[in-house]
């Protein structure tokens, strides 16, 4: 089947973007106002930022705030929630906040859930924020709201771009070891399949879960380390914090950073060698996967590395 481009032989919709202000979700937000059958609603706490969008129309909404979300949920088609609490505050945010939208989104009558889950979530209970993404899948479903899981791995990319920072010295920061391979994604390429889930024209795409990915597969730490070498010419040098170190700190961590511990237990559900996407449904429905090279070209670029 060749797929439809977004926006073409599709009901105009109104789509809200929840976690709008974030990192992936400002990128959502753009990829969806590239679409001129698409009217676009974003949601933050605060309103509009002063770099706003003109052409978006910002609301006021707190996933802990079940009134707010009725008020952001009126009149929406669709619903893309890009939005976590556990890097800002806290992991029950994710828990109660997700349950709250769930809720608002039934209660709304949406047509389309575009839920950002995680690769593998249902594997990883003992990970927090990887668990709260496959509690929420299950109460998405439960509520029988029509969704679209969009499951992402691990981001090559952040908004505070520690692995840049590093190899502008000619260094790579690796966890565990150089050798165990997971999967990856670049947020650009993220908010697009986003944005494309939410369009997506007619409902074939509904009730899917849907992995992201690169098309040559799962890539181990230095095997980007040598493809960012190579695009850079220099060979770089890979600083490893083992496994071990992970596996005594763990429980002791947990007692002083909610967070530290559940970016631990992130990092040793990696060792297991399951955080790895199946993208055949991405190419089906989103076009053809981009390769690790092309990806990194383009994170290279942008981070002005090149």
């Known amino acids: 089947m060749e797929n439809s481009p977004s926006g073409q032989n599709a009901t105009p919709r109104r789509v809200l973007v929840v976690g709008a202000t974030g990192f992936l979700g400002a990128k959502i937000v753009s990829n969806l106002l590239r679409d001129p059958a698409v009217t676009v609603r974003a949601m933050s706490r605060k309103g509009a930022p002063a770099d706003a969008a003109p052409s978006a129309e910002w609301v006021r909404g707190d996933m802990m705030d079940p009134a707010s979300l009725d008020r952001a949920l009126d009149g929406v088609d669709v619903v893309v929630s890009s939005a976590n609490g556990y890097m800002k505050e806290s992991i029950e945010i994710d828990f109660a906040g997700n349950r709250n939208l769930v809720e608002a989104a039934a209660r709304a009558r949406v047509q ?71 999967s990856y994604v670049l947020t650009d390429d993220l908010a697009a399949n986003l944005a494309l889930a939410a369009t997506y024209p007619g409902n074939e795409i509904t009730g899917l879960t849907i992995d992201v990915g690169w098309r040559d597969g799962p890539k181990s730490q230095q095997d980007i380390a040598d493809t960012i070498g190579e695009l850079l010419g220099k060979r770089l040098k890979i600083w490893t914090v083992p496994w071990a170190v992970f596996s005594v700190l763990v429980r002791p961590v947990r007692l002083i950073s909610e967070l530290g511990y559940d970016l631990m237990r992130m990092f040793l559900f990696f060792r297991r060698g399951v955080f790895v996407s199946d993208i055949a449904r991405q190419e089906r429905f989103f076009g053809p996967a981009p390769s690790s090279s092309d990806a990194i070209a383009r994170w290279a670029h942008a981070n002005g590395l090149l």
Do not use: M, N
Request: aromatic share 14%; charged share 25%.
């Open 112 to 182: 389309r859930f575009v839920f950002l889950s995680i690769v593998a979530c249902e594997k990883a209970a003992d990970v927090p924020h990887f668990h709260a993404k496959k509690v929420a899948e299950d109460l998405i479903k439960a509520a029988d709201v029509p969704y679209v899981f969009v499951r992402a791995p691990a981001f090559l990319d952040q908004s505070d771009d520690y692995i840049a920072k590093a190899v502008k010295g000619g260094k790579f920061y690796a966890v565990g070891d150089k050798s165990t391979c997971w």
